[in-house]
């Protein structure tokens, strides 16, 4: 387990003094994906580079498997890995092969065991056919196919994972995400900060949300939609509809304390709209058939993190506004 | 991009194998591998083009061959046998700028190299060296290790090849060849680390490189005695590892000196050796430990 | 609307711009540094003929070079070597550089002629070496150097002939980098060369004959010859070795203009 106690970073510069994580405190355990979401340029991957040992909290505590990182940095370093998208982070000149064996040897892994490692990494990134090639002559993506094998090498029990998919090509992500969630459920404790909230929602199984550096929210995707007030969207579409119809979704929406969006479609078909927390759709359709509406679609949208965040980051914004 | 067999190896127990070796120690054993992974990196870096026989070896000679053609109007003047006997036998002159582009050559490549080294501050990779768990002198050291063994072996062997042609070494035992070759070898890696630990955390490692090409070769003596540089000029070469390198080189090999005879200037290179290794440990340790505090890989 | 061939306001934004960048970039560790090679010459021709010589120079010097003057014959060929050295790295590298930079694309794309641009280079590189140059020389003076000079007409023209051999040179430098996508060892082994081949600071008299045809291959060989002319023997510019400068000059300012369009195209194709 990771685990993090009143974190605070600070960076000086000159005399100003910008706070960057301000009283932290989270915990990353083994098997699961531990989502970190920021607002406002958070502090992510400064928390990140803490928990990495490049940057030394200044005060607050940080223990890996109980180990200090202080204190102990070798040992935790040998545990953790991080794996930064978007960036490139290999050697050129090296082959795939090359590259992975030489951080294989900068984290001593055992040779009997380096070699199968290597091979295997590099199928799990599609890099086989490559894996003699020099870097220089890797695509964008294949270089960054690479450098996750590369946080992979040293079978870290902890893996940190800034934005890991950013600039993947979409299947490549996808591959990755499968990945991820392999690797939690093999007992390894994952740490994920991404842009893609959907890739939050369906990898981890704890979110932590922080803004300009403090802890906002915490708690599972779903528990974080239902508690931001997530919104049903409920839509029905009503051809031929009467002015009855509107006034009656009209006066209901009222009665529930929400507001009814209504367009028109080409056909000329109303579109009804009506956003809200509870089950709607059942007492909306009624409505629209006592005012003499027929129904030709219903469609109900559960509400998203990414709705979820949007909210907080509004609520935020106001806070600090 | 697949996940299949991701069990097999990948998690094969609860605690991996390096992390029970790890607390169990074998710093030694880490150390051998670093060394062998930076002499690949160093490898790859230097022959990653065909046309790094030209710094390995044609760069130096047409640099060596203009120094004697301006050397030379002077030597072959009345009176050369008294101001510096040596100078007398062209043969022998040729000879002495050439220890001096040989240990130039030494000492330069690892500038070179640390120049290169600063680029991965840049390139993102330095952070990856600090994220491992490899000691980071072993990492500097096996750095600069690596682009000497590789930079020098060409223009050494031909430097042997060019002495045994112009048959002008006369060693009082050969022993002395060992003490020659570790007088080049083992200041050159303490200087390789030290000017690693340095220039990855400077600002401007340009700058650094600039100063440490045409005042090295000045100050140490490389093309010129050092009984002709003014006094100053000796203070400042004699911090230079260099100095004292092409101090013993030519004074076994050109004149015939005795391990006794070296010992003082081996043993003010064996304590600049120390120090330059201190330095590059203090570098390291106090580099880290800011980058760590103000997330800047920079010293200063 | 094109700009003429050689639009003026494209020579000055390009000097304005290389002035600017370079100076806030390269305060003063690009100054020292570039100066130093030259100084270091300077200063071992100066220990070097007191401490070896004993302040005097072999008769075959003196016979080969027309002069006794060791000391000035280092000097005039220092300071020449750092105005080739620099205006080839200048003017030379200013294509390969917006390669790297990855301005090139935006560059060629610009409807403005290469010749203004690379002018515009030349322009600013002059100024800089001149600067950089005159520096050198007043520490040669302060060692006492005091170069014969065989009137201010002919200094002009031997500046100009090596003026020519550099651009010249700078012009099929620039191809060949970008041809070749590499600058350090191009430039490295260029610069090598031509110390050992145009008898910068020790006469050609002493290399084998092979290595003195060679030296007639590179423009900087003949306009050294002109230069010391003028400046080491006092004697004015040989007529025949000014007009064989210039000649190898020009050829090679008209091979490098018709090979650069060329080397362009390949480096653009080359990168994607």
Not at chain 1, 168 to 191: F, M, Q
Not at chain 2, 200 to 216: C, E
Not at chain 3, 173 to 197: C, D, K, P, Y
Request: glycine share 10%; net charge positive; charged share 15%.
């Amino acid at each position: 387990m990771i685990e993090t106690q009143d974190l605070r970073k600070e960076f000086r510069d000159g005399r100003t003094t910008k706070v960057a994580v301000d009283g932290l405190t989270l915990a990353i355990p083994p098997g699961r994906v531990t989502g970190l979401l920021g607002l406002n340029g958070a502090g992510k991957t400064t928390t990140i580079k803490i928990l990495a040992t490049l940057l030394r909290p200044t005060s607050g505590t940080v223990r890996v498997d109980e180990l200090d990182p202080l204190r102990d940095p070798k040992a935790v370093r040998h545990r953790i890995n991080l794996i930064a998208g978007g960036e490139r982070m290999v050697y050129a000149r090296m082959t795939g092969r090359e590259n992975l064996w030489y951080f294989g040897q900068l984290y001593d892994v055992p040779r009997a065991v380096l070699g199968p490692r290597i091979d295997e990494l590099l199928a799990l990134v599609g890099l086989t056919g490559a894996a003699g090639t020099v870097v220089e002559r890797y695509s964008r993506g294949m270089a960054q196919r690479l450098s996750i094998a590369r946080g992979l090498i040293n079978d870290p029990a902890y893996l940190l994972l800034d934005e890991p998919t950013l600039g993947l090509d979409a299947p490549i992500a996808r591959d990755l995400r499968r990945v991820v969630a392999r690797l939690a459920a093999e007992g390894k404790g994952v740490l994920l900060t991404s842009h893609y909230l959907a890739e939050v929602e369906e990898l981890c199984g704890h979110v932590y949300v922080i803004g300009d550096g403090r802890h906002l929210t915490e708690g599972s995707p779903a528990e974080l939609t239902a508690r931001t007030g997530g919104h049903r969207t409920v839509r029905v579409t009503v051809p031929g509809a009467s002015p009855e119809v509107e006034a009656a979704v009209t006066a209901f929406a009222a009665r529930a304390g929400t507001v009814a969006g209504l367009d028109r479609a080409g056909d000329g078909a109303l579109v009804v709209s009506v956003s809200h927390p509870g089950e709607i759709a059942g007492p909306l359709t009624m409505a629209i058939v006592g005012a003499g509406g027929t129904l030709a679609g219903l469609e109900v949208t559960e509400p998203s993190l990414e709705d979820a965040i949007l909210a907080l980051n509004d609520a935020a914004w106001l806070v600090t506004a | 991009m697949t996940d299949r067999c991701l069990a097999c190896s990948l998690t094969p127990e609860a605690e991996p194998v390096e992390h029970r070796r790890a607390q169990a120690g074998g710093g030694l054993r880490h150390t051998a591998k670093v060394f062998r992974a930076e002499a690949l990196k160093q490898h790859r870096r230097v022959f990653g083009s065909r046309l790094v026989v030209f710094s390995m070896l044609v760069w130096p000679l047409m640099q060596l061959a203009a120094t004697y053609y301006t050397v030379r109007p002077l030597a072959a003047t009345p009176g050369i046998a008294g101001r510096w006997p040596l100078a007398a036998d062209p043969e022998r002159l040729l000879a002495f700028l050439a220890t001096g582009a040989l240990g130039f050559t030494f000492f330069f490549s690892l500038v070179q190299s640390a120049w290169h080294f600063s680029f991965e501050r840049v390139t993102g990779t330095l952070e990856l060296l600090f994220l491992s768990p490899a000691g980071r002198l072993a990492i500097v050291v096996g750095n600069g290790f690596g682009a000497l063994v590789q930079n020098v072996w060409l223009f050494a062997c031909f430097m042997v090849a060019l002495f045994t042609a112009l048959d002008v070494v006369h060693v009082a035992h050969p022993a002395m060849y060992a003490v020659v070759f570790l007088a080049l070898l083992v200041p050159a890696v303490a200087w390789g680390a030290f000017l690693n630990s340095l220039l990855i955390f400077s600002r401007d490692s340009a700058f650094l490189y600039t100063l440490l090409d045409d005042p090295m070769w000045f100050a140490a003596g490389v093309r010129l005695p050092l009984f002709a540089l003014p006094v100053w000029i000796r203070v400042f070469g004699s911090v230079l590892p260099l100095t004292g390198s092409l101090a013993v080189v030519r004074g076994a090999l050109l004149d015939g000196r005795t391990i006794g005879e070296l010992a003082p200037t081996l043993l003010g290179l064996g304590a600049l050796t120390v120090l330059l290794t201190l330095g590059a440990v203090a570098a390291l340790r106090l580099g880290e430990a800011n980058a760590q505090r103000t997330g800047r890989l920079r010293l200063f | 609307m094109l700009s003429p061939p050689l639009s003026p306001h494209v020579i000055r934004a390009t000097f304005w711009r290389t002035w600017t960048v370079t100076r806030r970039a390269y305060p003063w560790s690009y100054f020292v540094g570039t100066l130093m090679l030259g100084v270091f010459t300077v200063g071992l021709a100066h220990l070097g003929l007191a401490a070896i010589g004993g302040g005097r120079v072999a008769g075959d010097f003196v016979t080969a070079t027309g002069s006794a003057d060791y000391l000035g014959y280092v000097t005039v060929g220092a300071a020449a070597f750092m105005f080739v050295t620099h205006g080839v790295l200048w003017a030379g590298k200013a294509l390969i550089q917006e390669q790297r930079e990855g301005t090139l694309g935006a560059l060629l794309v610009a409807p403005a002629g290469r010749l203004p641009y690379l002018l515009g280079f030349a322009a600013f590189a002059f100024t800089a070496i001149v600067l950089e140059v005159s520096v050198l020389l007043g520490c040669a003076y302060a060692l006492g150097v005091r170069p014969a000079a065989s009137g201010p007409g002919d200094a002009a023209l031997a500046i100009l002939v090596l003026g020519v051999a550099v651009f010249g040179m700078s012009l099929v430098l620039s191809a060949v980098m970008i041809t070749a996508g590499e600058a350090h060892i191009t430039q490295n082994s260029v610069f090598l060369a031509i110390a050992l081949l145009s008898g910068f600071t020790f006469p050609r008299r002493y290399l084998p004959g092979v290595l003195q045809w060679l030296g007639e291959l590179v423009p900087t060989t003949a306009a050294m010859d002109v230069l010391r002319g003028v400046f080491t023997t006092g004697a004015g510019p040989a007529p025949g070795r000014t007009a064989v400068a210039l000649a190898v000059g020009l050829l090679y300012v008209v091979v490098g203009l018709l090979w650069l369009p060329r080397a362009e195209r390949h480096a653009m194709e080359r990168s994607y």
